[in-house]
Nanobody, 124 residues
């Protein structure tokens, strides 16, 4: 069973950048599609970005596609989310997620494994 641990969250001023990382344990990481989601207080969990098992394909929510970049390193069992030009509305708990049935099952929220989440707070 793969376990996911996020890191890199924190407090940043509006217009700033953060890089989130997700470290995966287990031998099947390279076969999994990976994604990032977030949940703000009082709101539903929201899809942000997904990447295929090979890293050759990615997909973004319209709300972040010009500011966020997802990447993965299968040698290091990590997936990252580079976030630029952060705004107060980006404040949320950010979750790493894994799916075993391809990129678009992650986009659709059909997730097999969730991380515990990391808090991102953007101050105005």
């Amino acid at each position: 069973q793969v376990q996911l641990v996020e890191s890199g969250g924190g407090v940043v001023q509006a217009g700033g950048s953060l890089r989130l990382s997700c470290a995966a344990s287990g031998r099947t990481f390279s076969s999994l599609a990976m994604g990032w989601f977030r949940q703000a207080p009082g709101k539903e969990r929201e899809f942000l970005a997904a990447i295929s098992w090979s890293g050759g394909s990615s997909y973004y929510a319209d709300s972040v596609k010009t500011r966020f970049t997802i990447s993965r390193d299968n040698d290091k069992n990590t997936v990252s989310l580079e976030m630029d030009n952060l705004q107060p509305e980006d404040t949320a708990v950010y979750y790493c997620a894994a799916g075993d049935s391809g990129l678009f099952t992650v986009v659709d929220g059909r997730i097999q494994i969730w991380g515990q989440g990391t808090q991102v707070t953007v101050s105005s």
